[in-house]
């Protein structure tokens, strides 16, 4: 069963190079968004099993976007949040994490911080642990 992606983020740059990453990882992205309203519509409508969301965009701060899809996903789907942001993490992890996030991919990404991610994310979906990000 393939894993489905979403991928909320302002920059289209960065959307690309995550959804690069993502199906090197092996998931099906189904939808981007450049903002949280879009996330959230998207992920009403196609239930994701991951969702990779920034922090610094423009109508919803990090926070309040977290708390969103929390509380879309007590209701229905059950995707894990990985939080894609520049802001400096090790300071606001806590937070982030308390709020429901699963993990973080600090900007400018590098393969090795989805790496790092790719071997929490295979403890979930196991389907992911043949797939490699060489090449």
Known sequence: MPVIALIVDDSPVARTIIRHHLSKLGCVVVGEAENA??????????????IT??????????????????????????????????LPFEKTRDNFLREGAFDYIVKPFNRFSFERVRQRLIRTFPQLADNTFDA
């Open 37 to 50: 309203s879009q996330g959230l519509r998207l992920f009403r409508e196609k239930k994701p099993d991951i």
């Open 53 to 86: 969301l920034d922090l610094m965009m423009p109508e919803v701060d990090g926070i309040n976007a977290i708390s969103a899809f929390h509380i879309m996903r007590s209701e229905g789907p059950k995707a894990i949040i990985i939080i894609a942001s520049v």
